[in-house]
């Protein structure tokens, strides 16, 4: 089954995350629907206008909004916490992935803009992270979502 299509966001020093999601979907035959969603030449621009123009017309092609939580990511606020503001404002379903392995929030690494929205936490992972872009849909609540040890279980962690 497809998977809905999806918005990466990530600080640049998570790029490599990033690259080695691009491998899962060619090497783990994952279903990632998210290649023709990123920026590619854009990021070599100097003009943040264009560049946010750019990632606006990506979201608002993306259904769910995955960002990739690392060690800068919630002190990174010209893009990425710009991304998820704009994915929160169109209502993407909103996917916290740690980097640090965590399965549920992380205060310490978590942008505000994402906590306490009705998202869902999981960690970096192939299996966990395209099973949250298939079944997840937001709560519209203030809560912090995350799966049950036996959702894991069952994907064979």
């Known amino acids: 089954m497809s998977l809905p299509r999806t918005f990466v966001g990530f600080s640049s020093t998570d790029i490599n995350y990033w690259r080695l999601m ?5 090497n783990k035959h994952i279903d990632f629907n998210f290649a023709n969603c990123q920026l590619q030449a854009e990021l070599n621009s100097e003009n943040e206008a264009y560049i946010k123009r750019k990632c606006r ?8 909004y995955v960002l990739l939580i690392g060690n800068d990511t ?10 998820a503001e704009v ?23 978590c942008p505000p803009i994402i906590r306490d929205i009705g998202a869902i936490f999981v960690p970096f992972s192939p299996a966990i992270v395209a099973y949250a872009i298939q079944n997840y849909q937001m ?15 069952s994907l064979g962690y």
């Open 139 to 153: 709560h519209n609540d203030n809560a912090n979502y995350h799966y049950k040890d036996s959702v894991y279980s």
């Open 22 to 26: 691009q491998a899962w979907k060619a």
């Open 87 to 109: 994915a929160v404002e169109k209502g993407c379903t909103i996917i916290g992935v740690n980097l640090d392995g965590s399965r549920s929030m992380v205060k310490d690494t």
């Open 57 to 64: 017309e990506r979201i608002n092609l993306a259904g769910k």
């Open 74 to 83: 919630k002190s990174r606020h010209k893009y990425v916490r710009w991304e």
